[in-house]
DNA sequence: CGAAGTGTTGAAGGGTTTCAAGCATAGTGG
DNA sequence: CCACTATGCTTGAAACCCTTCAACACTTCG
C-alpha cells in the first residue's frame, strides 16, 4: 500500500483528501501465490488492479506457442490501467511471486479522477513513466545483442527498484526464472543462460539464490550501452558532448561528424 | 488540429470550454518540412509537440550507430507528453514528412489539466492507447519473425490510419523508406526489402509510389498472427475457443492443452 | 526416493546481418 | 537537354548470432 501512495505522490502533489480516496479505493485486497493468473487476454475489462507487493507482469502468448512479457511490474505498480480504455484486455497478468494486489473497479476510478484532478495527473505521469520505460524495452528489442539486453534490463530493474527502496551495496532479489527473463528479452532460455554465464566470466555480476549481485556498474551499464545511468554512479551529468540545437536543422543521425 | 480535437474526444467526454482551452492552447503552430529535427534527445524539455498535420517518429541513436524507432507519430498524436515528466528527452523525434506541429508549453498543460479534469482523463486514456500500441510492437519485436513483423505493422498502421480517414479501398500513403521501416521493425535495410518482395510474391500486397495496397486483409492478418483485426474485416468476435475464467489459476502457458 | 522444475552444456541448423555492387528514379546545374 | 549527383531500391554471397534439439546435473519438495 505504502509504495503505491508513495509513487503517486512522487508523480503529483496530493492532498490528504487525495490520499484518503486512495487508500479508501484500494481497500479491496487479494493475496495470490506464485505464478498465478491474475486477468486473461481477451477478458472483458471491468477491473484495474494495483501491485501493492510482489512481482507480476504482463504477458502475451503466441499463435506459435511463444511467449512475450512486455512489462514486469514491481511493488507500488499499476498492472492494467488500460482498463479504463478498452473493452478486452490486450495481454495477461500472472504473478512471478506471492502478491498483494487491490482490486478496483473501473467506474471507482473515473470517479475519483473526476472528482480529484490531481490524481488524474499522478496516474498520467504514472502512465508516461511506464511510457518510457517501454520505450527503452522497444529499443533494446530492436537494436540491441543479447548481451546488451541482458545488461540494459539487469540496470533498468535496479534502478526501479531505487526508487522504493532495496539495491542495498549493489543487489538485489530477482525472483525470475531464466526462462521468464527470455520472454522478457526476445531470447531463448539457453541463450539466456549463456549470456549470464558470460556476464559472470567478465566479473560482472554474481547470481546466488534468487538474488542478483551487481560487481561492476561502469561495466554492466557499459554492455548495457544506452540510458542506463544506476542512481549510485550518477557521474557526471550530461556528459554528452556538443550543444544541442533547436529544430528546423537535420535529423541527427543524417548530420555530419 | 481537427484531428486532434477528434482524438481527444473520442477519449474522453469534453465540453465547449474544453475544447476552446485547446484550440487556444494550441494557437502555437510552427510548419516543418521532411527529415527535422523537432526535438534533439537530452536536451530539456520545457514544450509538449502535437502533431497536427504529416507523419513523424520518436527515434533512439544507439552508440554503435544504429538507430531504433519507437514511435511513428501520425497526425492528431501528441509527440512527446512525458516532457510533462522529465527534465531531459529520452528520445529524439523527427519529421518524415512535410508537419504541422503545435507546441504547447508544459505549464500551459498542467494548469489545464488543473483546471478541467476531464482533459487530464482524456489526455491520459491518450496515454494509455499508446501504451497499449507499444505492447503489441513490443510482443513483436520480441518473438515474432520478420515477415510477422512487418505484417503487423502494415496492419497496425491500416488500423490507426482508418480510426481517422483513408484506408479507403485498403491502401493508404505510407511515407517511409525501407531504410526507416528497418529502424522500426529491428531490420536491416536489406532485409526489409526481402520481405516486402515475398510478401508482395505471394499477393498479399502491393507497393506504388509511396502507397501501400492492401490486396488480402486476411492473408496479411493471418501473418501478422496476433492482434490484428483491421476495422473492416472484423470477422466474428472473440474466435477465441474455449471459455475465460477468473483468477487463483495457473497462469495460462502452463495450462494441460 | 522419485518427480518436477531449473540450470547447464554441446552440436547442428537457420534466420538475419553485413558487405558490396548494380539499378532506378528524381532533382540540379551547365 | 543532358550529364551528374543523390537517394532509395534490389540482388548475391559470406558470416554470424541465436535458436532448436537433446541430454545431463542440480536443487527442491512431497
Chains 1, 2 share one sequence.
Request: some cysteine; hydrophobic content about 45%.
Amino acid at each position: 500500500m505504502q509504495k503505491f501512495l508513495n509513487r503517486l505522490r512522487a508523480m503529483s502533489r496530493l492532498g490528504n483528501s487525495e490520499m484518503d480516496a486512495v487508500e479508501g479505493a484500494c481497500r479491496d485486497v487479494i493475496r495470490l501465490e506464485a505464478d498465478t493468473d491474475l486477468v486473461r487476454e481477451g477478458e472483458p475489462a471491468e477491473h484495474v488492479h494495483v501491485l501493492l507487493e510482489g512481482w507480476a507482469c504482463r504477458y502475451v502468448l503466441l499463435p506459435e506457442g511463444g511467449r512475450q512479457i512486455p512489462a514486469l511490474l514491481l511493488p507500488g505498480d499499476v498492472a492494467d490501467l488500460d482498463a479504463l480504455l478498452a473493452q478486452r484486455r490486450p495481454y495477461a497478468v500472472a504473478t512471478l511471486t506471492a502478491c498483494e494486489v487491490a482490486v478496483l473497479s473501473c467506474q471507482a476510478v473515473h470517479a475519483a479522477m473526476a472528482q480529484y484532478p490531481a490524481l488524474g495527473a499522478a496516474l498520467l505521469m504514472g502512465a508516461l513513466h511506464e511510457n518510457v520505460i517501454m520505450t527503452h524495452r522497444n529499443v533494446s528489442l530492436g537494436r540491441q545483442s543479447a548481451r546488451e539486453r541482458v545488461a540494459h534490463l539487469l540496470c533498468e530493474l535496479a534502478n526501479r527498484l531505487s526508487d522504493d527502496d532495496a539495491t542495498t551495496k549493489g543487489a538485489y532479489a530477482l525472483p525470475l526464472t531464466q526462462a521468464e527473463l527470455g520472454d522478457v528479452l526476445g531470447l531463448s532460455t539457453v541463450h539466456v543462460n549463456r549470456v549470464l554465464q558470460s556476464l559472470r566470466a567478465d566479473a560482472l555480476i554474481r547470481v546466488a539464490n534468487r538474488r542478483l549481485e551487481v560487481l561492476d556498474w561502469n561495466g554492466l551499464g557499459q554492455v548495457a550501452g544506452f540510458h542506463c545511468r544506476p542512481a549510485h554512479a550518477d557521474a557526471s551529468r550530461s556528459s554528452r558532448s556538443g550543444a544541442w540545437r533547436t529544430y528546423a536543422q537535420q535529423p541527427m543521425h543524417q548530420r555530419p561528424a
